[in-house]
């Protein structure tokens, strides 16, 4: 009996081998819209938003929508409403009263500092404004970090705009050169990467068409951003897509721990993309 048992344990092993999905598991935090192309007067779109495995599927925990900006065609702040989280997900609605492109995102920026204070480990995050009044000015090995982050998502009601779309110049953002509401499978999408308004260039970018969980294979699409930022994407199939790139470890003239005046900067982005149909 025992000898069977040995003989089947590394047959059962492979055959679990074969069934478990081949892509490393990896946190990715996302919104997603109901819809990103409306029509009709005054429709809502629903919004998920969670932090999870799989891409667009509820297994980890829900988004934090403390940074959430909601951005109308003309660019006035709209107003999300119905906010509510649950155990593994965030929601919100959102009405379309205008006609145009809504952008809407969740951006965070914020100051992480360690050092040693009477041989222990001290730690703090915030504004550097706050980080000043916290940290005593006899700090010992003092490491500062800036994280920023930002995560977009569109959704257009009638004809597309644009105004949405220009940029902030702070931190890591997408231009869509194609609007993101205007992908169609079997065409090629253009974009461009900033960081602080200047040019992306070598940037690494990931798109990953969701239903991670259903498949073997990620199936990621990968591209590198040229010396103006510039990137392109041809889209396989039609359906919901992650994109994502992130610029880290940037030490200012401080040097590679960090200073208040000149943090090692990590920044981010994220942005959910819908692919239609021709």
Known sequence: MNSLISRVAPIALVALATVVPLHAQAHRSWMLPSATVLSGDEPWVT????????????????LKLDGLLVFAPDGSRATPENLSTGKYRSTFDLKLSHQGTYKLAVVNDQLTASWMAGGETKRARGTAEALVKEIPADAQDLKVSRNQSRMETFVTSGKPSDKVLVPTNQGLELVPLTHPNDLYVGSQASFRFLIDGKPAAGLDVTVIPGGIRYRD???????????????????PA????WLTASQGAAPGAGGAAGTLDKPVRRAGYSATLEVLPQ
Do not use: C
Request: glycine content about 8%; cysteine-free; proline content about 3%.
């Open 217 to 235: 294979q990620v199936g990621d699409i990968k591209a590198i951003t040229d010396a103006d930022g510039k990137f392109s994407v041809r889209w």
């Open 47 to 62: 919004v998920d938003a969670a932090v999870s495995n799989d891409l667009f599927y509820f297994e980890h925990n829900p």
């Open 238 to 241: 039609a359906g919901m897509y």
